[in-house]
């Protein structure tokens, strides 16, 4: 227990708990040579502090939770690896909890991040979740959310997105440089924000700057559903020339159908995607993508923690720019 070590340690010097504890926080008014004493024999004996005692007294945990469907995903992996350099840096631990895109899920794990007190929450919501009021009751113990990636279409709250409309609208018109022919877009779960914004984004390029080129749009909720989409489509007489991905679980969906009909992408179909940049260079050709980096967004959600965290009380979004990687598949 940190209360004996504290003991031990002023047994062994002679000195008073109140000042081993005082010399261990660096008080101005403990002499340095007794700071020093002090500081030599806590490392000696592998004193560490009681972070209960501590989070009770100050009402900061230092811990931090980020909540994301998935863990395996290049994209929320990357962004936990942002938020966790950063906290490190500023003293913080954090805990992942997944959600599985589970409203219910979500719920508890709302509950493991008030019994634990943590400081903040990163939160990247499901599908079906349509109240966001138990995230924003944790505001009760005075412990900011940042949504990020797919956020609640409620306005009054924190959230940290990637470009979605300026990614799509780059997408879709490079589509139209490219004097494509017949264009298939590929979206994710139509009952998200990020995907009325890509998909709306999208199609409003075409409609202003191509209208004669075919464009069909389909939503995909998954890799599986990008496969069977794309494969069905792939094999029409009157199959599309391009195919567009809304994200990176769509590609791989979409790609694994071209491979398995033998089809090569820049030559016999054209491919573009918006991706956080991993999954499209493990293909040859590279996939020509728009860069929706989650590293970037978790250090861009992590300033807004921080400023939160110094007292900043007006809601904000904040956007993540983009821009486009050119490869060889369209």
Same mark, same amino acid.
């Given at each position: 227990?940190?209360?004996?070590?504290?003991?031990?340690?002023?047994?062994?010097?002679?000195?008073?708990?109140?000042?081993?504890?005082?010399?261990?926080?660096?008080?101005?008014?403990?002499?340095?040579?007794?700071?020093?004493?002090?500081?030599?024999?806590?490392?000696?004996?592998?004193?560490?502090?009681?972070?209960?005692?501590?989070?009770?007294?100050?009402?900061?945990?230092?811990?931090?939770?980020?909540?994301?469907?998935?863990?395996?995903?290049?994209?929320?992996?990357?962004?936990?690896?942002?938020?966790?350099?950063?906290?490190?840096?500023?003293?913080?631990?954090?805990?992942?909890?997944?959600?599985?895109?589970?409203?219910?899920?979500?719920?508890?794990?709302?509950?493991?991040?008030?019994?634990?007190?943590?400081?903040?929450?990163?939160?990247?919501?499901?599908?079906?979740?349509?109240?966001?009021?138990?995230?924003?009751?944790?505001?009760?113990?005075?412990?900011?959310?940042?949504?990020?990636?797919?956020?609640?279409?409620?306005?009054?709250?924190?959230?940290?997105?990637?470009?979605?409309?300026?990614?799509?609208?780059?997408?879709?018109?490079?589509?139209?440089?490219?004097?494509?022919?017949?264009?298939?877009?590929?979206?994710?779960?139509?009952?998200?924000?990020?995907?009325?914004?890509?998909?709306?984004?999208?199609?409003?390029?075409?409609?202003?700057?191509?209208?004669?080129?075919?464009?069909?749009?389909?939503?995909?909720?998954?890799?599986?559903?990008?496969?069977?989409?794309?494969?069905?489509?792939?094999?029409?007489?009157?199959?599309?020339?391009?195919?567009?991905?809304?994200?990176?679980?769509?590609? +791989?969906?979409?790609?694994?159908? *071209? #491979?398995?009909? $033998? /089809?090569?992408? =820049? !030559?016999? %179909?054209?491919?573009?995607?918006?991706?956080?940049?991993?999954?499209?260079?493990?293909?040859?050709?590279?996939?020509?993508?728009?860069?929706?980096?989650?590293?970037?967004?978790?250090?861009?959600?992590?300033?807004?923690?921080?400023?939160?965290?110094?007292?900043? +009380?007006?809601?904000?979004?904040? *956007? #993540?720019?983009? $821009? /486009?990687?050119? =490869? !060889?598949? %369209?």
């Amino acid at each position: 227990m940190t209360t004996t070590t504290l003991k031990k340690i002023s047994q062994v010097l002679g000195l008073s708990i109140s000042t081993v504890s005082r010399a261990l926080k660096n008080h101005p008014d403990i002499a340095e040579k007794t700071k020093l004493k002090v500081a030599e024999l806590a490392k000696t004996l592998d004193y560490e502090p009681n972070a209960n005692a501590i989070h009770l007294r100050t009402q900061n945990s230092k811990i931090f939770a980020i909540m994301v469907p998935t863990i395996s995903n290049f994209f929320y992996d990357s962004f936990i690896a942002a938020i966790e350099e950063e906290s490190r840096f500023q003293g913080y631990s954090i805990i992942i909890l997944q959600s599985g895109e589970d409203s219910a899920i979500e719920l508890s794990n709302l509950r493991l991040c008030r019994q634990n007190r943590i400081s903040g929450l990163f939160a990247c919501i499901s599908p079906n979740t349509d109240d966001i009021q138990p995230f924003l009751k944790l505001s009760e113990f005075n412990t900011p959310v940042i949504f990020f990636d797919k956020v609640p279409a409620f306005e009054s709250c924190n959230k940290v997105c990637l470009a979605d409309i300026p990614g799509a609208t780059m997408a879709a018109e490079f589509i139209i440089d490219k004097n494509k022919k017949n264009v298939l877009a590929l979206f994710g779960n139509k009952n998200m924000s990020i995907t009325i914004k890509r998909k709306d984004a999208f199609e409003s390029v075409f409609k202003t700057k191509a209208p004669a080129i075919p464009l069909q749009t389909r939503f995909t909720h998954n890799s599986e559903e990008a496969f069977a989409v794309t494969k069905e489509q792939l094999q029409l007489k009157k199959k599309p020339d391009t195919i567009f991905c809304m994200s990176d679980e769509i590609l +791989t969906g979409t790609m694994k159908a *071209i #491979q398995e009909l $033998n /089809l090569k992408t =820049g !030559k016999d %179909i054209g491919v573009i995607a918006m991706s956080n940049g991993y999954i499209p260079k493990l293909y040859s050709p590279e996939i020509t993508y728009v860069e929706t980096s989650g590293f970037k967004l978790g250090k861009l959600a992590f300033s807004r923690m921080m400023a939160c965290m110094a007292g900043s +009380t007006f809601m904000q979004e904040l *956007i #993540q720019d983009c $821009n /486009l990687v050119p =490869g !060889k598949s %369209i």
